[in-house]
């Protein structure tokens, strides 16, 4: 029989599957429930959930980069605008976002005029350098023509009779120039970049604009507090992007000093361009290092002989994984409280998701899903997972806003 305090807990004896309450240890003939059952079904669920958001980050990626991007340039320069906003009289408001995106507009005028100016060095140069550039690519073509020859004597002569035929339809076809088909591949990714950057500042000036609207919609559907948290954590994730700013701006430098001294010693010519050149391309992870370390070495390679051009490639190879792989997710870690591991892990997550802008955005993203998983009690040990630090004490207090 069942005891009184048992029919009043509403605790059945097992006859019914087991049921009982959570708060009390199951009495005679209860079973427990299935907490393994249930713990694998929830785990199952996280999983088909992670996977379900990377493809969707994936299949919107044309939307999410300049979202993404506007978001953290936006929170970037607003303490500019705060700054001016509170310089002038309430009236003259409307100066702190003009001064915000003057400084957008400023730092991209001096990007891409950099740029300009290392483009005009290059073609001013380049006729001294076109022959010997153009050798080297008959070699290689005459290289690969034969690696492809030995193949096919390889495999038999299977397909020699297709070759022949082939080869003689194509007697008369003019070879594309390598260099016309590089400039309009460079000309089409040019055209979606600055169509990307154009949106990414009308968003940066949308979302800057609406963000007072936006402060007040919050209090109004979470609450007072709730709206507190959420403009802390979004103040953290600011604090810790200018960080990356300051700390990728320093490697930039080490490693543009690194080229100049390094090509310096086999008397490469333009040393001053490849180092500004490497210093602007730190900014574009792994795809920027590749240009930066490939084109000296080509110039190397067309000018001098290939045990030089080796050596040349063999330094810089040392400074990229030195630079990228270990000096950069150190410091990059210190100064965000991420783990250097974490940021690697986010480097290629983001690059398979979003290309080259992920790979730019890697760090940052890193640091706003950890500053919001530490704002969910259910989710905050994931976020000291992420982080370098121990316990949320050290975690909070690295990532507390200023």
Not at 16 to 31: K, L, N, V
Not at 123 to 148: T, V
Not at 159 to 177: E, N
Not at 244 to 251: A, D, N, Q
Request: net charge neutral; aromatic share 8%; hydrophobic share 55%.
């Amino acid at each position: 029989m069942r005891s009184e305090a048992a029919e009043a807990a509403g605790v059945d004896g097992g006859t019914d599957g087991g049921r009982w309450d959570g708060g009390r240890e199951p009495g005679p003939g209860q079973d427990r429930p299935p907490v393994d059952r249930v713990n694998l079904a929830l785990w199952l669920l996280g999983v088909l959930a992670a996977a379900a958001s990377l493809w969707v980050l994936q299949a919107a990626a044309s939307i999410l980069i300049p979202l993404t991007s506007a978001f953290f340039v936006a929170i970037a320069v607003a303490p500019v605008g705060r700054w001016v906003r509170g310089q002038v009289p309430r009236r003259l408001s409307w100066l702190g976002l003009t001064a915000s995106m003057l400084l957008i507009l400023v730092i991209l005028a001096a990007f891409f005029g950099s740029m300009a100016l290392v483009a005009q060095r290059v073609a001013e140069d380049f006729p001294q350098y076109a022959e010997a550039l153009g050798k080297l690519w008959a070699k290689a073509n005459h290289w690969i023509r034969g690696a492809k020859a030995d193949l096919t004597a390889a495999q038999g002569g299977q397909g020699a009779g297709q070759g022949a035929g082939q080869a003689a339809g194509q007697g008369g076809t003019v070879p594309v120039d390598p260099i016309t088909g590089f400039a309009k591949t460079a000309l089409s990714s040019a055209g979606q970049t600055i169509s990307i950057l154009v949106l990414t500042v009308f968003l940066s000036l949308l979302m800057q604009l609406e963000a007072p609207v936006w402060r007040e919609k919050i209090v109004m559907t979470l609450g007072r507090e709730r709206c507190r948290m959420a403009v802390e954590a979004v103040t953290a994730i600011a604090q810790q992007f200018r960080r990356y700013l300051v700390v990728s701006s320093v490697l930039g430098l080490i490693t543009g000093a690194l080229y100049v001294g390094w090509l310096s010693l086999f008397g490469v010519d333009l040393v001053l361009l490849w180092g500004f050149l490497a210093f602007l391309l730190n900014y574009v992870p792994v795809v920027g290092s590749v240009v930066a370390g490939a084109l000296p070495v080509l110039l190397v390679l067309a000018t001098q002989d290939a045990g030089t051009a080796m050596a040349v490639a063999a330094g810089l190879l040392v400074i990229e994984q030195v630079m990228g792989n270990f000096v950069a997710p150190h410091m990059q870690g210190k100064q965000l409280a991420i783990s250097p591991l974490v940021v690697m892990i986010a480097l290629l997550l983001w690059s398979w998701l979003w290309g080259a802008a992920g790979a730019l955005l890697a760090a940052p993203m890193a640091v706003l899903i950890a500053i919001t998983l530490n704002h969910a009690d259910a989710l905050r040990p994931f976020a000291i997972f992420m982080s370098d630090k121990s316990d949320r004490e050290r975690f909070d207090a690295h990532t507390h806003p200023e």
